[in-house]
């Protein structure tokens, strides 16, 4: 196995898919990224988080799994996909610490997923706030919902009557994106500066 | 530190017991087993999982944790033991990313934990499942029980009217089985090729 | 990233601040120990934990995290502070496998927090138990108080009614520690005697 640790955690899965991770992104060197993953622009992932895509489909090739530019994975977080699902996790949308993404999955655009939340098999769209350690299966959450903390969502039968984001919860979002892009910026010129 | 780390995750406890792990198993160089483990044949051990047996009973002794035949380990998943206790799973069990199982626990075969399902103190017996988030605290489950996910069991007393799994059910445990033997495979292929 | 793996998981972050760590601590190779943290004497610090104290406040300072004496950080555990607050884990208390604690917060001296415990912005007074999975948020909990597993605390108006630990749990807590404290002292001498 020297060879292969030797590569730190960035690596290909079985099949030989490696991943692909844009220049501008920042993973930590403690990070699991297996696979057909991709990262895309100003995304930052933190420590001891996997990211892996490995199961192939019935065709024989593993889907991928998406990070769009400007997300935020933190540490502990996991993200896997059934054999030939994809998970896509939209733009500016924050995975906090401890969460886990199944696929299949599609999570929408500027989604704040809380500490521990766990999403399997679901659509979450655009900026829905999930709170800490809520649980969400086979289900599509509309836009702007806000689901609270330990909530069990076990079907889509189960999304019903929650009340969308305040204003207040969407400044204090806003606050953790600032806060984590300086951690990326910050991050990237400091092993930039060391790699020198 | 430098020799222990040269070594990667599989370790011995400080008593000096070294893990003994089949050679048709699979590990992941990311995982940590440290101690009195004992890995059958044609287990999986995923990324960023630790399983530990280093806490002496009376005697001195530690009691082994052990991962019997076919088992699988996905991600993040933690397996430890109280002092003096052990921790058996049973065959053909699986254990989804980010199980937590703390001893003493009997989990036997055929068993399916969903994604960040915790156990302690606990006997599960045949083909039980656990859905997505259960706790499971001081219970003996009967085989083939369905505990939902969010479940909270605290006592023995809180274990009753669950449902039997349903045919469906074991379809798609057997479909996750195959998928997670491919990953097995197809990664010890992988490695014994890099490796020569 | 050479430079910085060669370094194993005790690093600075990116602005410079290193971890402190009392030499009588033990800290597990796998741990990643980032930034302004402080681990008094006598810690044990398990496999693949984070703590990282690395968000500058508006003053472009990073507060610290701070673990105190003779305190338990288990297996895959999680300590992270917004920008500007800190986290302070009081000496004697057990952080068991998979607690996240996401700052700020202060936790009093002898607390017990069980498997997967979460607690965000939060003040646990002296000697708090807080069960498997419960969460605590925007919370201040008494001295001596027991949250039972499962629990969801989502604001200071949740807090209530809840029972005193009984001298049965205060014993089994006594009992960790013990077994705890022998972990820690047995890895630092068997990791003293390798480097040799």
């Given at each position: 196995?020297?060879?292969?640790?030797?590569?730190?955690?960035?690596?290909?899965?079985?099949?030989g898919d490696w991943p692909k991770i844009d220049s501008t992104a920042f993973v930590d060197p403690s990070a699991?990224?297996?696979?057909?993953?991709?990262?895309?622009?100003?995304?930052?992932?933190?420590?001891?988080?996997?990211?892996?895509?490995?199961?192939?489909?019935?065709d024989g090739k593993v889907h991928p799994v998406i990070?769009?530019?400007g997300s935020y994975v933190q540490d502990g977080v996991i993200v896997h996909a059934r054999e030939g699902t994809?998970?896509?996790?939209?733009?500016?949308?924050?995975?906090?610490?401890?969460?886990?993404?199944?696929?299949p999955c599609t999570i929408g655009q500027g989604c704040f997923l809380a500490l521990r939340a766990t999403v399997?098999?679901?659509?979450?769209?655009e900026a829905v706030w999930v709170g800490i350690g809520a649980i969400i299966m086979r289900a599509t959450v509309p836009s702007h919902t806000m689901i609270p903390a330990g909530t069990v969502i076990r079907s889509k039968y189960d999304v019903r009557y929650y009340r969308l984001t305040t204003a207040k919860e969407m400044e204090y979002?806003?606050?953790?994106?600032?806060?984590?892009?300086?951690?990326?910026?910050g991050y990237k010129k400091f092993f930039s500066a060391r790699s020198k």
């Amino acid at each position: 196995m020297d060879t292969m640790s030797s590569q730190g955690g960035i690596r290909p899965n079985f099949l030989g898919d490696w991943p692909k991770i844009d220049s501008t992104a920042f993973v930590d060197p403690s990070a699991q990224i297996l696979g057909n993953v991709h990262i895309g622009a100003d995304v930052y992932v933190g420590p001891l988080t996997v990211i892996r895509a490995d199961e192939p489909g019935p065709d024989g090739k593993v889907h991928p799994v998406i990070i769009e530019d400007g997300s935020y994975v933190q540490d502990g977080v996991i993200v896997h996909a059934r054999e030939g699902t994809s998970v896509r996790i939209g733009s500016s949308t924050n995975l906090a610490h401890g969460v886990i993404i199944h696929g299949p999955c599609t999570i929408g655009q500027g989604c704040f997923l809380a500490l521990r939340a766990t999403v399997y098999n679901s659509i979450l769209e655009e900026a829905v706030w999930v709170g800490i350690g809520a649980i969400i299966m086979r289900a599509t959450v509309p836009s702007h919902t806000m689901i609270p903390a330990g909530t069990v969502i076990r079907s889509k039968y189960d999304v019903r009557y929650y009340r969308l984001t305040t204003a207040k919860e969407m400044e204090y979002q806003k606050d953790v994106f600032r806060a984590s892009a300086a951690l990326r910026d910050g991050y990237k010129k400091f092993f930039s500066a060391r790699s020198k």
